[in-house]
């Protein structure tokens, strides 16, 4: 028996805008469910419960996670680091396993949004009321706002967030927990209407619902079951204003600080020195084309100041890996789960199970985790070989 | 005769959020607020540490986690870092076409972030491509100060 600790099951509803035939209870039961049946184990072998909610505000419940994933007579604990939600969540399951207090733990994420009318106010919210507020700031003008400066700093164009874009709306169609996914053309992303320049609504994630469950255990339980095992697993975070990051020494507001870190860290822990060849799939936590264009380099897959030229040779076909098999978090972006989908996947890919949109043999998957306006970043490291 | 089945129908319920706050803005932010106010002055504080002169002024370097040092002004000219024009209208936000940046004001350290005005947002590329280009504006303070961060705005400055 070693220390390391596997994922065992993953359990997924479907992600769609709304799902006025579940309650958040029944949305959580459905993907618990089923998680519990792919690792096949029943409610009494979880030894903790660990739920990820973000901003309640987005289903106008306060605490709905305990109305829908806190377990009678199991520890709970809540998580939240926005969009990272779903991987902080993860992380604190493998050290609540590491401290020996549990076997095996479940993770839930719940987003509940399709309840919201007014999501971009609620999002605006998030921001400091005493200087930032007032100007609009939402999910969506944050990365409008490091659109710009990706264009004027390396020269990044229009056509690169729309065939990014493309691409994750393509590989969506072969995920079939994405409900309505489309082929959309780099031509039809560009045509779609303006959100916040640069960023057209086809480049910007939709409104999505669902949950996430993750069965995680330790090594001496797993037994023969299909395994994904966690090789690494880092998070880091940023200061929250975002104009003091605008221009710092160690990375400026587009350099992703947090995810540059937590990548070395996750890497260091899976020996992985060159992730480019070291790993098979990446799944990226990026709810717009323009963010994941940002987490290239801070994955260690290219420089900075040659960040756009990666991005068009990726496009063209002439880079080999694998972005975003499930359509990512652009093509469906359950804001509080999104990021423990991607380690799902992740697993999935990593066990062969993944599907009509398994990419053949997946010896290493990478699953990253973005939250708070690129204050929290993730990453996880998912392998066949037991670390 | 209806189609509708009482067993079945999906009921939604209407809710609403509607709560008032009063948010504590701390000795460090007020005395910003009542520097633009009263004075017509941008200020920051600088970090004893790393020396970074932080604006808009806070009470603490987020680097550091050391007490800021001395207040300083700034100057109400600055460069443009980062902007997005706002081209959609959403429920309960204002109304578009909104052009917002963060600027460095000259001998600051780190970014604010405000309207800019003045600039025909007609054609986001015409107004985006004016701006990677001419990418200095000016503080302008408005004639009736509340002492809020709303007291003045940005315009692009000739160049």
Redesign the interface.
């Known amino acids: 028996m070693t220390g390391a600790i596997g994922v065992v099951g993953v359990g997924q509803t479907p992600y769609r805008r709304q799902n006025?035939?579940k309650s958040a209870a029944e949305l959580v039961y459905d993907a618990v469910r089923a998680a519990l049946h792919d690792a096949d184990i029943e409610m009494d072998a979880v030894g903790a419960v660990i739920g990820g909610v973000a901003p309640d505000?987005l289903a106008?419940i306060n605490d709905i996670d305990r109305m829908s994933i806190a377990r009678p007579g199991r520890p709970y604990l809540r998580v939240n680091t926005g969009g990272a939600t779903g991987a902080s969540a993860l992380q604190a399951a493998l050290t609540w396993i590491r401290a020996g207090r549990a076997d095996t733990v479940l993770v839930v994420a719940l987003e509940r949004m399709g309840?919201a009318?007014?999501a971009?106010?609620i999002f605006?919210t998030i921001f400091d009321?005493?200087?930032?507020k007032?100007?609009?700031?939402?999910t969506i003008?944050m990365a409008?706002?490091?659109?710009?400066?990706l264009?004027?700093r390396h020269g990044f164009g229009e056509r690169h967030w729309a065939r990014i874009a493309s691409r994750n709306f393509t590989h969506a169609v072969d995920n079939p927990l994405v409900v309505g996914a489309r082929v959309r053309t780099p031509e039809q992303v560009l045509a779609s209407?303006?959100?916040?320049?640069?960023?057209h609504?086809y480049e910007a994630c939709p409104i999505s619902e669902g949950a996430c469950a993750v069965v995680v255990s330790r090594d001496g339980v797993v037994g023969t079951r299909s395994v994904a095992w966690v090789q690494g697993m880092a998070g880091s975070s940023d200061?929250?204003?975002?104009?003091?990051r605008?221009?710092r020494r160690e990375g400026s507001?587009i350099e992703m600080v947090p995810l540059k870190r937590a990548a070395a860290a996750a890497y260091r822990q899976a020996g992985i020195t060159d992730p480019g060849t070291q790993v098979d799939v990446f799944e990226l936590q990026a709810p717009f084309s323009i963010i994941e264009a940002m987490a290239y380099p801070a994955l260690g897959l290219c420089d900075v100041a040659e960040s756009r030229a990666f991005v068009d040779r990726l496009l063209d076909g002439e880079v080999g890996l694998e972005m975003n098999p499930s359509g990512g978090a652009q093509a469906a972006n359950p804001v509080s789960a999104t990021a423990l989908i991607r380690i799902a996947e992740s697993a999935l890919q990593v066990r062969g199970v993944a599907g009509a949109r398994q990419r053949g043999e997946v010896r290493r998957a990478v699953a990253t985790g973005q939250g708070g306006a690129t204050q929290f970043s993730s990453v996880c490291v998912l392998g066949r070989d037991r670390p | 005769m209806t189609a509708s089945d009482p067993a079945t129908d999906l009921l939604v319920l209407p809710g609403n959020w509607n709560f008032d706050y009063r948010y504590f803005a701390g000795a460090t932010a007020s005395r910003f607020f009542a520097e633009l106010r009263d004075h017509q002055r941008i200020m920051g504080r600088r970090c004893p540490g790393c020396r970074r002169l932080v604006v808009p002024a806070r009470s603490y370097c987020d680097d550091c986690f050391e007490p800021m040092g001395e207040w300083e002004q700034v100057g109400t000219e600055g460069t443009i870092d980062a902007f997005t024009i706002i081209a959609t209208a959403f429920p309960g936000l204002p109304e578009p076409p909104l052009l917002i940046a963060f600027v460095t004001l000259d001998g600051a350290d780190s970014a604010i972030l405000n309207f800019v005005q003045g600039l025909d947002l007609a054609d986001y590329d015409a107004a985006s491509t004016y701006l990677f280009k001419h990418d200095r504006v000016r503080v302008v303070f408005k004639d009736r100060r509340a002492g809020r961060i709303t007291d003045f705005h940005f315009e692009c400055l000739e160049q």
């Open positions: 006025p035939d505000a106008g309840q009318t007014t971009q106010a605006n009321p005493i200087y930032e007032d100007f609009v700031l939402t003008t409008g706002i490091r659109g710009s400066m264009m004027k209407p303006m959100l916040a320049w640069p960023i609504q200061s929250y204003s975002m104009g003091e605008v221009n507001l």
